[in-house]
């Protein structure tokens, strides 16, 4: 009986409350924090920041400051592995994987040459070269499930990758941007904008000038006739039949390089471009050609 | 007049409208009748329409700009002079910019530092640096070749220093060895001359190991002479005897 009277009470108690909604319920336990410091004689005491010390005074040490101990940072010997690392010139990877990746999502058209431009409008791949950041490098993962015929340039590459990509019938390059050139392919717009003429690509430093001459990397600059016979060199190796890219249907795109100057595809040095006019500009004079073509 | 004209306008306003929304081309021929008359007064009255329906309050540089025109046709500054920023105008707005394309390109003063920069930058061609690296790596082939047969004629010999050295070893212990024997020998004589036990630090002792010391140099001494005289004879019998065989 009891039992049935306090539930008919606590029932009635229930209906007559309101509603629960936003407007009655509480906020969260620490969801709100005073943005004002208290003032007056103990409003404020220490304002949250401590007796004594730097920590009171908010005169904090500058880090690693161990208060007269020799420092942790000092305590080690020198030790130089990684001497001059600031200097060194990185190359951001991307894989085979996501290259693949993006020829199945269609933001690489293999119909064209692929360059450092062509990635980077994909929108899944970005380099700063302000940071010393000299282009790609083309890893090897995914090697294996690698299936495009493609006619790709990278600034660098290793055998495996060279290989994979040969073994499907396409072509492979490494070539060297200077700073300048890859400001302007990494975003060709703004530079066409500014209403310049596209300057010339400027010549590798000497401690790359090896691996961009040489024929197994595939060097922009080294002999055709030797990149053959070590196209030829790296199947026999790997155990694969080298496709005959002479007999392809896209025999044209495959063969087609950048001049050593050459910046962009299908843009010579000393054009200017104008995409509001969709024009472009040549230059007559023999003075500028000859700058340009040196 | 102008009240007779306005009659006009609204008329040409008319057909303008009916203009844009027509597929075919109007017949305006009447009209141009009318327009010859006052067309400056025309176009000032177009423009002051036009510009009471700009109800934007953008400035005028803005209008420009949100209507794909070069913000300024006057340079309005001095930035607005230099040369990047006329061919920033063209790169941008095009041949609508007013901006003459030749600016696009060097001048012969600035290709002529540009080349000078590039001489002091780039002062080796490819064929140049190629070389040099090539000389550079086969310089430190060589220099590691020559270290590597350095190594192996040293490594041959290796057996041979090791033997020299562990005979060198075993004889300064052998050596070392017979000393102490010899002098083990001595003291065992002394302690059998006196018969017993004796201190070695004793004073009697150290009088008889000097005298049996002294001894033995002496017998040592003889000894050395004698082989000396037999080595002396030997060799007297040898000359006499190749003498004789001579004669």
């Given at each position: 009986m009891g039992s049935r009277q306090i539930?008919?009470?606590?029932?009635?108690m229930l209906r007559s409350l309101p509603r629960l909604s936003l407007a009655n319920i509480r906020d969260n336990p620490g969801s709100k924090k005073n943005t004002k410091r208290g003032r007056g004689q103990h409003g404020g005491d220490k304002h949250g920041a401590g007796n004594k010390g730097s920590g009171q005074r908010q005169?904090?040490?500058?880090?690693?400051?161990?208060?007269?101990n020799n420092p942790f940072y000092l305590r080690m010997p020198h030790e130089p592995y990684y001497k001059g690392h600031h200097h060194r010139r990185e190359y951001p990877p991307i894989s085979l994987l996501e290259i693949q990746k993006l020829i199945d999502t269609d933001l690489i058209d293999i119909t064209q040459p692929i360059d450092i431009a062509s990635i980077v409008k994909s929108g899944l791949?970005?380099?700063?070269p302000?940071?010393?950041?000299?282009?790609?490098?083309?890893?090897?993962?995914?090697?294996?499930?690698?299936?495009a015929k493609i006619n790709i340039e990278v600034q660098w590459a290793s055998e495996q990758v060279i290989a994979a990509i040969e073994k499907n019938g396409g072509v492979i390059t490494t070539a060297y941007y200077d700073p300048h050139s890859l400001f302007l392919l990494k975003n060709p717009k703004k530079f066409f904008e500014s209403g310049q003429a596209i300057p010339r690509r400027m010549i590798p430093p000497a401690d790359v000038i090896e691996y961009y001459t040489s024929a197994e990397t595939r060097g922009y600059l080294a002999d055709p006739e030797k990149i053959s016979q070590e196209r030829f060199r790296l199947s026999?190796?790997?155990?694969y039949e080298l496709p005959n890219i002479e007999n392809d249907q896209c025999y044209t795109m495959l063969c087609e390089r950048k001049d050593p100057r050459q910046i962009f595809h299908g843009l010579e040095p000393g054009w200017v471009v104008n995409l509001k006019d969709k024009c472009i500009l040549k230059p007559k004079d023999d003075e500028l050609l000859q700058f340009y073509a040196s | 007049m102008n009240i007779c004209l306005r009659n006009k306008f609204t008329r040409l306003n008319l057909v303008s409208n009916f203009h844009r929304f027509s597929t075919t081309v109007p017949e305006i021929e009447q009209n141009e009748q009318v327009l010859i008359d006052d067309t400056e007064d025309l176009l000032a009255k177009e423009e002051e329409i036009r510009k009471k329906r700009n109800t934007s309050r953008l400035a005028k540089a803005h209008y420009n700009l949100v209507n794909g025109r070069r913000p300024y046709e006057e340079?309005?500054?001095?930035?607005h002079l230099t040369v990047k920023y006329n061919r920033k105008m063209y790169g941008k707005y095009g041949v609508a910019s007013g901006v003459n394309p030749s600016l696009c390109w060097p001048t012969k003063k600035e290709i002529e530092e540009k080349k000078e920069f590039e001489a002091v930058a780039f002062p080796y061609t490819i064929r140049?640096?190629?070389d040099a690296t090539a000389e550079k790596r086969r310089e430190e082939q060589l220099r590691i070749e020559q270290r590597d047969i350095e190594v192996a004629t040293?490594?041959?010999k290796l057996e041979q220093w090791k033997k020299e050295l562990n005979d060198k070893v075993a004889k300064k212990a052998a050596e070392v060895l017979a000393a102490k024997q010899k002098k083990e020998r001595l003291v065992e004589e002394v302690r059998r001359h006196f018969g017993f036990t004796l201190d070695p630090k004793d004073e009697r002792f150290k009088e008889v190991l000097a005298k049996r010391e002294k001894e033995q140099k002496k017998l040592e001494k003889q000894a050395r002479m004698e082989a000396k005289e037999k080595m002396m004879i030997a060799k007297l019998q040898q000359k006499s005897g190749e003498i004789s065989e001579k004669s």
């Amino acid at each position: 009986m009891g039992s049935r009277q306090i539930t008919e009470k606590s029932l009635v108690m229930l209906r007559s409350l309101p509603r629960l909604s936003l407007a009655n319920i509480r906020d969260n336990p620490g969801s709100k924090k005073n943005t004002k410091r208290g003032r007056g004689q103990h409003g404020g005491d220490k304002h949250g920041a401590g007796n004594k010390g730097s920590g009171q005074r908010q005169n904090y040490m500058r880090l690693g400051y161990e208060t007269g101990n020799n420092p942790f940072y000092l305590r080690m010997p020198h030790e130089p592995y990684y001497k001059g690392h600031h200097h060194r010139r990185e190359y951001p990877p991307i894989s085979l994987l996501e290259i693949q990746k993006l020829i199945d999502t269609d933001l690489i058209d293999i119909t064209q040459p692929i360059d450092i431009a062509s990635i980077v409008k994909s929108g899944l791949y970005n380099f700063f070269p302000d940071k010393k950041h000299f282009g790609i490098n083309l890893t090897d993962e995914g090697v294996d499930s690698f299936a495009a015929k493609i006619n790709i340039e990278v600034q660098w590459a290793s055998e495996q990758v060279i290989a994979a990509i040969e073994k499907n019938g396409g072509v492979i390059t490494t070539a060297y941007y200077d700073p300048h050139s890859l400001f302007l392919l990494k975003n060709p717009k703004k530079f066409f904008e500014s209403g310049q003429a596209i300057p010339r690509r400027m010549i590798p430093p000497a401690d790359v000038i090896e691996y961009y001459t040489s024929a197994e990397t595939r060097g922009y600059l080294a002999d055709p006739e030797k990149i053959s016979q070590e196209r030829f060199r790296l199947s026999q190796k790997y155990g694969y039949e080298l496709p005959n890219i002479e007999n392809d249907q896209c025999y044209t795109m495959l063969c087609e390089r950048k001049d050593p100057r050459q910046i962009f595809h299908g843009l010579e040095p000393g054009w200017v471009v104008n995409l509001k006019d969709k024009c472009i500009l040549k230059p007559k004079d023999d003075e500028l050609l000859q700058f340009y073509a040196s | 007049m102008n009240i007779c004209l306005r009659n006009k306008f609204t008329r040409l306003n008319l057909v303008s409208n009916f203009h844009r929304f027509s597929t075919t081309v109007p017949e305006i021929e009447q009209n141009e009748q009318v327009l010859i008359d006052d067309t400056e007064d025309l176009l000032a009255k177009e423009e002051e329409i036009r510009k009471k329906r700009n109800t934007s309050r953008l400035a005028k540089a803005h209008y420009n700009l949100v209507n794909g025109r070069r913000p300024y046709e006057e340079p309005n500054c001095l930035a607005h002079l230099t040369v990047k920023y006329n061919r920033k105008m063209y790169g941008k707005y095009g041949v609508a910019s007013g901006v003459n394309p030749s600016l696009c390109w060097p001048t012969k003063k600035e290709i002529e530092e540009k080349k000078e920069f590039e001489a002091v930058a780039f002062p080796y061609t490819i064929r140049q640096v190629m070389d040099a690296t090539a000389e550079k790596r086969r310089e430190e082939q060589l220099r590691i070749e020559q270290r590597d047969i350095e190594v192996a004629t040293k490594v041959a010999k290796l057996e041979q220093w090791k033997k020299e050295l562990n005979d060198k070893v075993a004889k300064k212990a052998a050596e070392v060895l017979a000393a102490k024997q010899k002098k083990e020998r001595l003291v065992e004589e002394v302690r059998r001359h006196f018969g017993f036990t004796l201190d070695p630090k004793d004073e009697r002792f150290k009088e008889v190991l000097a005298k049996r010391e002294k001894e033995q140099k002496k017998l040592e001494k003889q000894a050395r002479m004698e082989a000396k005289e037999k080595m002396m004879i030997a060799k007297l019998q040898q000359k006499s005897g190749e003498i004789s065989e001579k004669s």
